[in-house]
């Protein structure tokens, strides 16, 4: 089976356990049904803070992110009274958006 990369985006503000959720999943489709996904997590900055001010250190930052690496894509949601959508709707990050859409065939 061919490896299946996934992106998962995190918005300054992010839900924690949202966020727990696709890796949980992904991990365990690696480990225990052999599926070969590699998840490489992504931010404005290295550095993230989520709600309650919870930090993820992020695989890459927005700038190093070549659309065409990846296979899917997933956005854990936020608050906007943590700043979620100062980063959620950043263009930058709906360009990202809009190139994966595209080549995933959407």
Request: some cysteine; overall charge negative.
């Amino acid at each position: 089976m061919q490896n299946k990369k996934v992106l998962v985006f995190l918005a300054k503000g992010f839900e924690t356990m949202e966020f727990c959720v696709f890796i949980d999943i992904l991990g365990w489709a690696r480990v225990d049904y052999g599926h070969n996904l590699i998840v490489d997590t992504c931010g404005f900055t290295e550095k993230v803070i989520s709600t309650f001010d919870v930090l993820v250190i992020v695989d890459k930052t927005i700038e190093e992110i070549d659309v065409d690496e990846y296979d899917a894509l997933a956005i854990p949601g936020g608050f906007g009274e943590f700043g979620f959508y100062e980063e959620a709707y950043d263009e930058r990050f709906l360009k990202i958006i809009r190139e994966i859409k595209k080549a995933m065939g959407f």
